[in-house]
């Protein structure tokens, strides 16, 4: 990626349009395929390190969509439907649908997918075929609910509803991690809760008093990066920080049966965030099937866990607690390390 042959104003443009939330009413932001390629190169391969991060957890976790077609809702430049197919094996996938309201984005998509898996049959998805799809397999949603009015969220739903399985990854602010807890609620009957939550029941962050706090974490970007020339000069233009990539996830399969992996056993938890450093000691909120709480982990009682706390960048935010009232003093990472 080299800044110097990027189109900044294009990408300032989709940059604040994007700040300003103003996509959901501001028409087809994609002008070109060059606006394309640029973010593609650039603000989708930042969302595409969140992907990795979810992705990188389900496998941990042991889990693979159903074998059968998938379909990228909101493709944009088809960032998430690609890491999806690489992540698990396009031979699990017997075909690539893509749908966008913008016909430049659906062509670019295609494009960048048969470039990557030439094998693969793909196919754009026209929104009067989304109202009656049976989807025999996955539903893909990428960085779509602050765009979308009340109606095509409903829609959206609906199509939810008749996928077999749901992986919905959404930038991870406040707002949006409430939007895709409700999500969460509307389809948890119908749907065994994969990832992030360790457990199916309603949502603790719903619980009166829990109003402040939401379910996010912090995908890892590539180490390399910080040592490329081109995305420090890229960051340092477009004002923001690589080592932030907050997200918010929902992974879904459809009941009955259950996912390919066992539950998390019982007392295993999530972090939620990252924790909050002090000398000596950290705080973190943990949500589990009880309750979401604040942990304290003092340094001297657990120093190997406390320096991973402390500079976390691969490792799942899964945890077995062992408590006295709100302080920790013995956890462990789940998956256990191999």
């Not at 969140?50 to 430049?77: I, M, N, T």
């Not at 197919?85 to 913008?102: C, M, N, P, Q, Y």
């Not at 075929?129 to 990428?142: N, R, W, Y």
Request: hydrophobic share 40%; with cysteine.
């Amino acid at each position: 990626m080299d800044p110097d042959t990027l189109d900044w104003a294009a990408l300032d443009r989709l940059r604040e349009t994007f700040l300003q939330g103003k996509s959901a009413s501001a028409g087809a932001y994609w002008h070109s395929r060059s606006d394309l390629a640029n973010y593609d190169a650039t603000f989708g391969e930042r969302i595409g390190w969140k992907w990795d991060a979810v992705l990188r957890e389900l496998r941990l976790r042991g889990w693979q969509p159903p074998p059968g077609p998938v379909l990228d809702f909101g493709c944009g430049s088809g960032v998430a439907g690609l890491r999806v197919i690489a992540a698990f094996g396009a031979e699990r996938f017997t075909k690539l649908f893509v749908h966008d309201r913008s016909a430049l984005a659906e062509e670019f998509a295609l494009f960048r997918a048969r470039e990557e898996f030439s094998t693969l049959a793909t196919a754009r998805l026209a929104r009067a075929e989304l109202a009656t799809l049976e989807l025999p397999g996955t539903l893909v949603v990428s960085h779509v609910l602050n765009e979308l009015p009340d109606n095509q969220r409903r829609q959206l739903l609906a199509l939810a509803r008749r996928a077999q399985a749901v992986i919905w990854v959404e930038p991870g602010t406040h707002a949006d991690s409430g939007e895709l807890i409700a999500v969460r609620e509307a389809l948890r009957e119908e749907f065994v809760v994969v990832a992030p939550c360790t457990h199916c029941e309603a949502c603790g962050l719903l619980a009166p008093g829990n109003e402040r706090h939401w379910c996010h974490n912090f995908a890892p970007p590539p180490p390399a990066i910080f040592a490329d020339s081109g995305w420090t000069r890229f960051a340092r233009r477009a004002g923001i920080d690589l080592r932030s990539l907050p997200y918010s996830f929902l992974v879904l399969e459809r009941k009955p049966g259950s996912p390919d992996c066992p539950p998390p056993p019982p007392g295993v938890s999530r972090m939620l965030g990252i924790p909050r450093l002090y000398k000596g000691y950290l705080k973190l909120y943990d949500c589990s099937s009880t309750s979401v709480r604040e942990l304290m982990l003092q340094k001297r009682d657990l120093p190997e866990l406390f320096a991973s706390l402390a500079d976390e960048s691969e490792a799942v935010p899964l945890f077995q607690w062992h408590t006295e009232k709100a302080r920790a003093h013995a956890g462990t990472h789940w998956p256990p390390a191999v």
